[in-house]
């Protein structure tokens, strides 16, 4: 069983920065895939950054080069460090983690979510 708990959103100005944490309780994260997700009123739930258990990372194309997600082992927590922000990154924003898969498949398939932290980017 794993538990999540997101923390690090609030308002910031556009062109600010934000940085998200998301504490496991139980399970390391090294031997899970980890996740950054969010949702904006009105629109699906859309992936935003990836690890995969082997550390390796990926990100979806409206965040790559502004956004980074690391790990630090030592406190078992996630992070998403969130720069050059626009309104259009404004979204309630999830972690989320799963078992990896055949071959370490981590793309879909995630079954433990937290809370959700809020992000506001004003203009």
């Known amino acids: 069983q794993v538990q999540l708990v997101e923390s690090g959103g609030g308002s910031v100005q556009a062109g600010g920065s934000l940085r998200l944490s998301c504490a496991a309780l139980?399970?390391?994260?090294?031997?899970?895939?980890m996740g950054w997700f969010r949702q904006a009123p009105g629109k699906e739930r859309e992936g935003v950054a990836f690890?995969?258990?082997?550390?390796?990372?990926s990100y979806d194309f409206s965040v790559k080069e502004r956004f980074t997600i690391s790990q630090d082992k030592s406190k078992n927590t996630l992070y998403l460090q969130m720069n050059s922000l626009t309104p259009e990154d404004s979204a309630m924003y999830y972690c989320?983690?799963?078992?990896?898969?055949?071959?370490?498949?981590?793309?879909?398939?995630?079954?433990?979510w937290g809370q959700g932290t809020q992000v506001t980017v004003s203009s």
């Open positions: 139980g399970d390391t994260y090294s031997s899970f895939c």
């Open positions: 690890m995969d258990s082997r550390g390796g990372t």
């Open positions: 989320a983690a799963r078992r990896p898969g055949f071959r370490g498949y981590c793309a879909t398939g995630y079954n433990y």
